[in-house]
């Protein structure tokens, strides 16, 4: 059974990775990526899992799913943008 933290682990490595993709590219959706997916567990936590009241251990799961993807997000932004800075891409960002 994979952990919560595993989980998170496993969607920061690939948000994390596409982002990189992106940035190698010099393109803005590097940070789409990330919003993006923030607003899909958003979404996934707040229409799916209280609206459609999905309950019991599906509904534990639902939400541990959301809260992972939506760490890992977070996460994927910052790395991401501070990367940015460090490298000096960002100038005008600090």
Excluded: C, D, T, W
């Amino acid at each position: 059974m994979i952990s919560l933290f595993g989980l998170m682990g496993a969607f920061f490595v690939l948000l994390f990775g596409a982002s990189y993709f992106f940035y190698r590219k010099n393109s803005p959706v590097q940070y789409g990526i990330s919003l993006s997916s923030m607003l899909i567990s958003i979404f996934l936590f707040l229409f799916l899992y209280s609206i459609f009241g999905v309950s019991g251990f599906e509904g534990m799961s639902l939400g541990a799913l959301a809260a992972a993807l939506f760490l890992a997000s977070v996460l994927s932004l910052f790395v991401s943008v501070l990367f940015n800075i460090i490298n000096g891409r960002g100038k005008g960002a600090v």
